[in-house]
Structure formats: structure tokens, C-alpha cells
């Protein structure tokens, strides 16, 4: 359409031969449940791929039964309403938006994309346990606020910002079915580390393009510069890569001996 789509009713697909693909000069609005599963779990359900001009509003679940979905909003937004979700059992999970981008409730244990061309990715819902290879990628800044775990179960994780990355939520493979997750997170400017990085015997690689790394931020609180304790980067037998374009130190030592991340 050259304008908005706006889905006022229930759609389904399950068939693996029926794709929907609905594309908007405008916005898209989603105010009906799209849902691609059937009696048949052996079957997975045909794709679904929105692209609007403008904005993509998802004010109803959009499921599909371990199938892609796709959704791309080119000068806009994607906004997904509160206590609706995304949901591609083992299907890739994509989004993209030219805006700042919030991280959505969310469910895959395929692979997960998530880019804003023009603006930031906040990370403020968890990317738990079971999600596959997670990819994030920002024009601006990248703020993890809610933890991310996908590496508990061997897979990959990359951030990369084209200015600062702030790691605010812990980062953490332990205690998870596979060893072997790796991180990298490439910042353009700064990195900092406000909680901890941790792999199960994981590579993991931490870059500042042009900043630098901080282990031991500095934060500001009702004009008050703040010292955060220095935080940890552990991989257990795996390497770690630490490249910062400015200056880089490790902080003050850490109590002895030292305590669990």
C-alpha cells in the first residue's frame, strides 16, 4: 500500500508454502494477533516479513511456528505494545529500524538481528538462555539493561555501536548446556563496563575505536562524579582481547581473593 496497513483482524499462515509479506509506504499497524501455528508442530508456518516507509506499531503478538520473521521500519520506528511479544520458535528474528530501537519481549532459539540505522539500541528486555547467534548493530549507542545470556547455550554474541556501548546488565555464560559462546563488542567511541562479562571458556574480544575501555566507569549522579567498582571480563580457558583507541586501565586491584562475578 502507499499508505499505512492496518490489521484490524486475526491472520493466520501455517502453511510452509504461505508466506506473508505486507509492505507500507506509511506505517504498518498490527492490532490483531497474526499466528502461523496449527495442530501440526512437525510443519513450520510460512514466513512474515513487514517493511514500512514509516513506523511499524505492534500492538498484538505476531507468532510464527519456526519460520522467519522479519519486520523493517526504514525511516521509523518499531514499537511493540506492553505484554506483546515476537515469537519464531526456531526461526531468525529480525529488526530493523531507522530510529532508536527498544528490544522487544521476544522468543527464538534461532538467530536474532536487531540494527538501527540512524539511532541507538537499548537492550530492556533480558535475551535469555535458549536464543541463537545474537547480532546487535547501532548507528549510535548501544545500552544493555537487561542481562543477556544467549551464550549460556554456545552462542555467539556481537555489539557493535557506532559510538558508546555501556554494559549496565551483566553479560554471563556460566551455568548454561554448551561451552564455547564468544563476545565480541565493538564500540566507536567508548566502552564501558558497569557489570561483568562472563563466557564458559568463550573468546572474548572488547574494542574502542576511537575511546576508550573502561573496567571502573566514571558516572555522574546529582552532579556528583561516581567511581563504579571495577567490573570483571572472565573466559575461562578461552582468550581475551582487549583494544581501546585512548587510554586503558584496569582499575584498582580487586579483593583477595577474587570474589564471583
Known amino acids: 500500500a502507499a499508505g499505512a496497513v492496518n490489521i484490524t483482524q486475526p491472520m493466520a499462515n ?20 497474526i499466528d502461523g501455528r496449527d495442530s501440526n508442530a512437525a510443519s513450520p508456518s510460512g514466513t512474515v516479513t513487514m517493511t ?42 529480525s529488526l530493523t529500524s531507522a530510529s532508536t530501537l527498544s528490544v522487544p519481549l521476544l522468543s527464538t532459539v534461532g538467530a536474532l538481528n536487531i540494527q538501527s540505522t540512524a539511532g541507538a539500541v537499548n537492550v530492556g528486555t533480558p535475551i535469555d538462555d535458549t536464543t541463537g547467534a545474537v547480532t546487535i548493530n547501532a548507528a549510535t549507542a548501544v545500552n544493555v539493561n537487561q ?16 559510538t558508546d556501548i555501556n554494559v549496565n546488565a551483566q553479560i554471563d555464560g556460566r551455568d548454561g548446556t554448551a561451552a564455547g559462546g564468544a563476545i565480541a563488542v565493538t564500540a566507536g567511541t567508548d566502552l564501558r563496563l558497569f557489570d561483568n562479562i562472563v563466557t564458559n571458556d568463550g573468546a572474548i574480544n572488547l574494542t574502542a575505536i576511537s575511546g576508550s575501555v573502561f573496567l571502573a566507569p566514571v ?28 587510554d586503558f586501565s584496569t582499575g584498582a586491584p ?8
Open 14 to 33: 501455517p502453511r510452509s508454502d504461505a508466506p506473508l509479506t505486507i509492505t507500507s509506504g506509511t506505517d504498518v499497524n498490527v492490532n490483531a494477533t
Open 254 to 261: 580487586p579483593p583477595q581473593p577474587v570474589p564471583d562475578p
Open 52 to 93: 514500512a516507509g514509516q513506523n511499524i506499531n505492534v500492538n498484538q503478538d505476531i507468532v510464527t511456528e519456526d519460520s522467519a520473521l522479519t519486520l523493517a521500519a526504514q525511516t521509523g520506528a518499531i514499537t511493540v505494545g506492553g505484554g506483546k511479544g515476537l515469537f519464531a520458535g526456531s526461526g531468525p528474528i
Open 219 to 246: 558516572s555522574q549522579d546529582a552532579n556528583l562524579l561516581l567511581l563504579a567498582p571495577p567490573k570483571q571480563v572472565r573466559a575461562g580457558s578461552a582468550p581475551i582481547t582487549i583494544v581501546s583507541g585512548g
Open 147 to 162: 542481562p543477556i545470556t544467549n551464550i549460556k547455550t554456545g552462542n555467539n554474541l556481537a555489539i557493535t555501536a557506532g
